[in-house]
């Protein structure tokens, strides 16, 4: 059975920081994973969608990296904004059923 | 373009009562999904609908029901309510396995 892990589940930092947020999944046989951004008590923003085949996904300040045989993906923030303040959440789908598995989460604050 | 809508916003009801929650995908998607987000947890598969036909289960007890309409849109259906079915109910839309885009989500409150 896949799980999506997310640590830290809170992270905390000072404006103008880079930051790192980690997902790792137990099984490498995956489709695809998006991270989303979701505010509190609202829906799910899509920020990056990585294919199996691929390495790597920007926009903008963010980058998001894939590493299937290590079952690992990162979420890399540049240049952090108060505005960043929100949970990221990872989720992976396992093959060609649509359906996504999701992490529990890192909570970011960035403090002005 | 509009995006995912959902109605209602917020709900409130009693244990055993049913609800119909609804949900409109983004115009030329076909594939609606619905998951549940309790709170502090990711959001957890409920169903996905593609072209009118199930698709998907998750780990959800008979319940809960869907279906999906010619236009694509999406109702979500709880019998017998219970305390712990309180949660953000949320749809997302996609054309298949690509990006899937979620609404503003349903907040069901049981009480």
């Known amino acids: 059975k896949q799980e999506v892990t997310q640590i830290p589940a809170a992270l905390s930092v000072p404006e103008g920081e880079n930051l790192v947020l980690n997902c790792s999944f137990t099984?490498?046989?995956?489709?695809?994973l998006q991270w989303f951004r979701q505010d509190p008590g609202k829906g799910l923003t899509s920020l990056l969608l990585?294919?199996?085949?691929?390495r790597e996904q920007t926009s903008g300040r963010l980058n998001a990296s894939l590493d299937k045989s290590s079952g690992r993906s990162t979420l890399y923030i540049a240049a952090s904004q108060p505005g960043d303040s929100a949970t990221y959440l990872c989720?992976?789908?396992?093959?060609?059923?649509?359906?996504?598995?999701f992490g529990k989460g890192t909570k970011l604050s960035v403090k002005p | 373009d509009a995006g995912v809508t959902q109605s209602p916003t917020h709900l409130i009801k009693t244990r055993g009562q049913q609800v119909t929650l609804r949900c409109s995908p983004i115009?030329?998607?076909?594939?609606v999904s619905w998951y549940q987000q309790v709170l502090g947890q990711g959001p957890q598969f409920i169903f996905q609908?593609?072209?009118?036909?199930?698709?998907g289960r998750g780990n959800f007890p008979d319940r809960f029901s869907a279906r999906q309409f010619p236009n694509y849109s999406s109702e979500l259906n709880v019998n017998a309510l219970l305390l712990g079915d309180s949660a953000l109910y949320l749809c997302?839309?996609?054309?298949?396995?690509?990006?899937?885009?979620f609404g503003p989500g349903t907040r069901l409150t049981v009480l």
């Open positions: 609908y593609y072209e009118k036909e199930e698709r």
């Open positions: 990585i294919q199996s085949s691929q």
């Open positions: 099984d490498s046989a995956i489709y695809n």
């Open positions: 997302a839309s996609s054309l298949w396995t690509d990006t899937q885009y």
């Open positions: 115009s030329g998607h076909k594939s």
């Open positions: 989720a992976l789908r396992g093959g060609s059923q649509g359906n996504l598995i």
